[in-house]
Nanobody
Framework: QVQLVESGGGSVQAGWSLRLSCAAS??????MGWIRQATGKEREEVSS???????TYTDSVKGRFTISKDNGKKTIDLQMNRLTPEDTGMYYC??????????????WGQGTQVTVSS
């Protein structure tokens, strides 16, 4: 069993930065990542990082967001720079084998809200 606890969301102006953190409990070599959902829109995978540190990003955040992880501390962070209103949404920390976020063996955090005003 894995529990994920996010922190670091908030309300900022466009162009500012935020750093999201996710602390995981439990054991296992999971792929971890961040999924966001804006009101009225489908969920979107923002970024992921596997156990070995290989990262992926959705096109809209490339060059602005950086994901990192500490296997020893079981944490991942998402540094978000040059935020835009389109980045607004609930951000969920997720963990799953092979990054299969929607499988039965996936774990989701409660989410942290990010609001970016223009």
């Amino acid at each position: 069993q894995v529990q994920l606890v996010e922190s670091g969301g908030g309300s900022v102006q466009a162009g500012w930065s935020l750093r999201l953190s996710c602390a995981a409990s439990g054991t296992g070599t999971y792929c971890m990542g961040w999924i966001r959902q804006a009101t009225g829109k489908e969920r979107e995978e923002v970024s992921s990082i596997n156990y070995y540190g290989t990262a992926t990003y959705t096109d809209s955040v490339k060059g602005r967001f950086t994901i990192s992880k500490d296997n020893g501390k079981k944490t991942i962070d998402l540094q978000m720079n040059r935020l835009t209103p389109e980045d607004t949404g609930m951000y969920y920390c997720v963990a799953a084998y092979l990054c299969n976020w929607y499988s039965g063996g996936a774990y989701w955090g409660q989410g942290t809200q990010v609001t970016v005003s223009s």
